[in-house]
């Protein structure tokens, strides 16, 4: 298999199941930036960042694969053949989980931080910023997305922001605030 196919050429991608569009269609641009958003995390994961924390993440980009197929399944005939490419609520639970589990390991927020740290937890604050991008990309397609995909990447963003002050706090750098 090639990596290039040429029917990029004329501007116009397919979606799952042939339907062409725009490459600067809103779905092709929400799907782009969550792609954006797994190249930072795994930019993260190689930061010398804590193991567990990659473990994590390793999670997290795959549940964005799973995200971005969605968002390119415009018919729905995707979920029924392939169900590892479905992001249902257990996911969310998942994160939210997560996030009560490293927030234990954490001082609490009195004041706001800023983004840095670590390269590893710059990178997260990068990929939450990404995160929220591709959230308000998602909100505003038509017809809309399943509401677990929205709940999702709100949830993620939430993480990412706890993530990259346990990768920061793990590391023993402090952090700085506003």
Known sequence: MKIYTRTGDTGETSLYGGDRRRKDDARVDAYGEVDELNAWLGLARGSHLDPSLGEEIVVIQRDLFALGAQLADIGDKLAPRVTKAVIVDGHVERLEQLIDRLETELPPLRRFILAGG????????????????????????????????????????????VLARAANHRARVPEAEW
């Not at 997305?145 to 963003?157: E, F, G, I």
């Open 118 to 161: 670590t390269p590893a937890g710059a990178a997260l604050h990068v990929a939450r910023t990404v995160c929220r991008r591709a959230e308000r990309r998602i909100v505003g397609l038509q017809p809309p997305v399943d509401p677990v995909l929205v709940r999702y990447v709100n949830r993620l963003s939430d993480l990412l922001f």
